[in-house]
C-alpha cells in the first residue's frame, strides 16, 4: 500500500485560508515548502531537489559568517572531522573546539586570529593539555585555509617545550599489595585490579569486558581506542578472581544499579577504592596497565611479546611503558638465560 506522504513530508492546513500545504522537515536541515499534490510528477521534482540539498553546518544560523564559532561548527560538521580521527580523539578535540568558539572568543574574525592570542591561550595550560589544544587547532586552521577562510596558518611557528614526563605512574609490586590487602578477592574493587593488571587494557576497555566474551580460557578484546582485535589467554590470577566473585550479570563490572560503567564513572570510583586503602593520589587505573607491562618485562618477555597483549603499535612505546622494570630482576633473568646458552 502506497504511503500517503512521501517520507519525511508534513502536512499542514493554514486555518485562516483553509489552503493545504506540505512541507519536507528532517532534522539538521531547512525547512522546505513543497507545491503541488503529493506524488503529482511536479511535487516529486520539489521533493527531489529537496531532499539532496546540502545540510548547513551545525549553528549556522546563530553565528556571523567568517567568525571563529563559524569555522568551528563548519569544521565539526565536515568530513575532515569524522573521517580522519579515531572516535576517542573526536571526543577531546570536540571539547576543546567547543571551549575554543565560547563567547565572547566565537564573535572574533577567524581571518584576523593572530598567532600571538592563541600562543597567550596555549601559555595559559598545563603542558600535555597545551600539546593537546595545539594539535587540535592546528588542524582547524589548515581545514580553515582549504575553505578559504585565510590565507596562513598562525599555529605554524608555534613550539612547545617538550614534556619530560614518564605520564601515568607505574605502580609498584607495594602499591598493588597494599590494595590487595584492602580489597579481599571476591569484591569489585579487587576483580577491577585483577581486570585492569592482567589483561593491561585500557580502563575503556576493561568496563566492556563481560562473560560473553570468554571462550575456552581465551578472554577476546576489540580496543574502543584503536579498533583492534587481540585474543588473550586467561591468566591464573584472573581466573581466580573471576570465579570468586559472584555476579547476575554479563558484565563483569557494573555499578550499583546495574548499569555497566563509564569510562569516567569508573575512573572516579576506582580513585575512591583507592583512597579507601590509603594509596597516594598518582596510583591511578591507567597506571595498573603500565604496571602489567613492566611485570611481563620482569618476566623475561620481549617487547614484542608485551605488545602483543597490550595492543600497542609500535615497540617504542612498549618501551616507554615498561621504563620502570625492575634492573635487578632483568638482570637475573639475562643471567639465567646466558647459563642455559
Known sequence: MTRRYPKFCHPFVDKKTGLAYCYLRRRGYPLVRLRGLPWSPSFMVEYE??????????????IKPGSVAAVVAEYLDSQKFF???????????????????????????????PAEWIESRLDRLPPHAARSWLATLRSLCRFAIKRGYRRDDPTANIKLASVKSDGFHTWTDDEIEQFEAHHPIGS???????LLL???QRRSDVVKMGRQHIRDGVLRVTQSKTNKKLVLPVRP?????????LSEHLTFLVTATGKPYGANHFSETFREWCDDARLPKHCSAHGLRKAGCRMLAERGCSASEIAAWSGHDTLREVERYTKRADQAKLARNALAKAVTL
Open 49 to 62: 531537489k529537496a531532499m539532496s540539498g546540502p545540510r548547513p553546518a551545525i549553528g549556522a544560523g546563530r
Open 188 to 194: 569489585k574493587p579487587r576483580l577491577a585490579l585483577a
Open 237 to 245: 590470577e584472573l581466573k581466580a578472581v573471576l570465579d570468586a566473585t
Open 198 to 200: 592482567y589483561t593491561i
Open 83 to 113: 573521517g580522519s580521527k579515531k572516535p576517542g580523539t573526536q571526543r577531546m578535540r570536540r571539547g576543546i573546539l567547543e571551549r575554543f568558539r565560547a563567547p565572547p572568543n566565537g564573535d572574533r574574525p577567524f581571518a584576523l586570529l
